[in-house]
T-cell receptor, first 113, second 116 residues
Framework: GENVGLHLPTLSVQEGDNSIINCAYS??????FIWYKQESGKGPQFIID?????DKRQGQRVTVLLNKTVKHLSLQIAATQPGDSAVYFC????????????FGQGTILTVHP | NAGVMQNPRHLVRRRGQEARLRCSPM?????VYWYRQLPEEGLKFMVY????????ESGMPKERFSAEFPKEGPSILRIQQVVRGDSAAYFC??????????????FGEGSWLTVV
């Protein structure tokens, strides 16, 4: 979806818990989705991606779920660690053939030791 | 880790001056993208370039902003006559191919522009 600016959603968890970060996207023609992690003062760091012909993909400690029916994307982080604290963005790419990404508003994840 | 390299990391300019931001893509990448991020917002697409060509500049402001990716050297994002509203983080990204599904888009660490 479109960025709304201030007042990013926040998620606070305890170290070792599982985290789920959600994202709603707007373009039904989007065929590729990416989750990025952004720490303060740094650039977005690629976490995991998923194509529209899949509904689940797993990485190391992370799982992305895609529900095209309701245009919803989620990122699950297992055994969350303090180093996971950051802003997490979902991004979507439309049916065009290059990397013009549309970013969601971001979610601030805070992991308490 | 020869990732996307951007410089300068931080730049302060007075209103009316020019800002030049440089980006060297990852080795072997010929597709470069510039994004802008305002505080507490996601990144917004500005322009997509290949060597010596601007492919899509639909996110670029019509005036004062320009971008290039010459045959030799880094990509340059140029902002003329900067205003306070230009203060933001500017991120460069690159991909190996066209960024289609499966061709990961990698971002640099950004250039933070402050206009005083």
């Amino acid at each position: 979806g479109e960025n709304v600016g201030l007042h990013l959603p926040t998620l606070s968890v305890q170290e070792g818990d599982n985290s789920i970060i959600n994202c709603a996207y707007s373009n039904s023609a989007s065929d590729y989705f990416i989750w990025y992690k952004q720490e303060s003062g740094k650039g977005p760091q690629f976490i995991i991606d998923i194509r529209s012909n899949m509904d689940k993909r797993q990485g190391q400690r992370v799982t992305v779920l895609l529900n095209k029916t309701v245009k919803h994307l989620s990122l699950q982080i297992a055994a969350t660690q303090p180093g996971d604290s950051a802003v997490y963005f979902c991004a979507e790419k439309g049916g065009t053939s290059y990397g013009k990404l549309t970013f969601g508003q971001g979610t601030i994840l805070t992991v308490h030791p | 880790n020869a990732g996307v390299m951007q410089n300068p990391r931080h730049l302060v300019r007075r209103r009316g001056q020019e800002a030049r931001l440089r980006c060297s893509p990852m080795k072997g990448h010929s597709h470069v993208y510039w994004y802008r991020q305002l505080p507490e917002e996601g990144l917004k697409f500005m322009v997509y370039l290949q060597k010596e060509n601007i492919i899509d500049e639909s996110g670029m402001p019509k005036e004062r902003f320009s971008a290039e990716f010459p045959k030799e050297g880094p990509s340059i994002l140029r902002i003329q006559q900067v205003v306070r509203g230009d203060s933001a983080a500017y991120f460069c990204a690159s991909s190996l191919l066209t960024g289609d599904s499966g061709n990961t888009i990698y971002f640099g660490e950004g250039s933070w522009l402050t206009v005083v």
